[in-house]
């Protein structure tokens, strides 16, 4: 279920909106259990500022064209 979207993003403010998401959510519908997200949506930074507010995440990763044809 979409709860959030944003087709405005500039390339500029890609790795902050993971944090503007949290502030929107947090709004409306208080604790957040888990986000799951591109590993390239965001900054280490980021990341780490999750982890201090205790927000579990799934990053996941793009597929090589090496790693897929290894599972070939």
């Known amino acids: 279920m979409l709860k959030y979207s944003d087709a405005e993003i ?5 790795a ?7 502030d929107f959510y947090k709004q ?5 259990n888990c986000l ?3 590993s390239k949506f965001t ?3 980021n990341l780490y500022q999750l ?8 990053t996941l990763r793009r ?8 599972l070939e």
């Open 10 to 14: 500039k390339h500029a403010q890609q």
């Open 28 to 32: 409306g519908n208080g604790k957040i």
């Open 43 to 45: 900054t280490y930074n």
């Open 63 to 70: 597929r090589s064209k090496k790693l897929i044809k290894g």
């Open 16 to 22: 902050d909106a993971i944090l503007k998401f949290i």
């Open 36 to 38: 799951i997200f591109d």
């Open 51 to 58: 982890n201090q507010d205790n927000i579990k995440f799934l």
